[in-house]
Nanobody, 116 residues
């Protein structure tokens, strides 16, 4: 069974940092395209970052560019999101998504709260 498990969320002060992890298992394809999304209450879910299979190609939302870094460790079947200089507007539930073949799979999400 396909499973994505996010971890690393929590409460952090503005300007602080967090690293999110997403452990993937059960995929038919060993190197799915991985993405991070986030959704705040009352807002549309938005794409934060994408990393392709080799890890050599990444894309970021303008709102996080220069502050967030997506990476992956294929040997560990894990994707990361390093978040630096966090702002209150980064507060959201962050979701890991994997595209394996024609299908998308989602994790349960992890809460990130940026507040003083």
């Amino acid at each position: 069974q396909v499973q994505l498990v996010e971890s690393g969320g929590g409460l952090v002060q503005p300007g602080g940092s967090l690293r999110l992890s997403c452990a993937a298992s059960g995929f038919s394809f060993s190197r799915p395209v991985m993405s991070w999304y986030r959704q705040a209450p009352g807002k549309e879910r938005e794409l934060v970052a994408v990393i392709f299979s080799t890890g050599g190609v990444t894309n970021y939302a303008d709102s996080v560019k220069g502050r967030f870094t997506i990476s992956r460790d294929n040997a560990k079947n894990t994707v990361y999101l390093q978040m630096n200089n966090l702002k209150p507007e980064d507060t959201a539930v962050y979701y890991c998504k994997a595209r394996s073949g024609p299908y998308d799979y989602w994790g349960q999400g992890t809460q990130v709260t940026v507040s003083s």
